[in-house]
């Protein structure tokens, strides 16, 4: 089951990303790509942003900028809180 609260975050990230039952089960993925938005996180842990777009040409580094910007939005604003 989606978690309307996590739908409402990739809301400014509808251009990147999507979350689709019928795609890869329904974990978000960038958008026109199979690719999970969870595998650039996994990669950035031990490898460069360069590393995960040449391991992933199907991905955009616009795309991939974006969620990470999302990303660190996020963790700035709920320290602020």
């Not at 993925?29 to 992933?56: H, I, M, N, P, Q």
Request: charged content about 25%; overall charge negative; aromatic content about 8%.
């Amino acid at each position: 089951m989606i978690n309307l609260a996590k739908m409402k975050k990739l809301s400014s990230l509808d251009e990147y990303v999507i979350v689709d039952k019928d795609t890869a089960g329904g974990v978000p993925v960038f958008k026109g790509t199979r690719v999970a938005v969870k595998t650039l996180f996994d990669y950035l842990e031990d490898c460069s942003l360069e590393e995960f777009l040449e391991g992933f040409p199907s991905v955009s580094r616009k795309q991939a900028e974006a969620v990470i910007e999302h990303a660190a939005n996020n963790i700035l604003s709920e320290m602020a809180a």
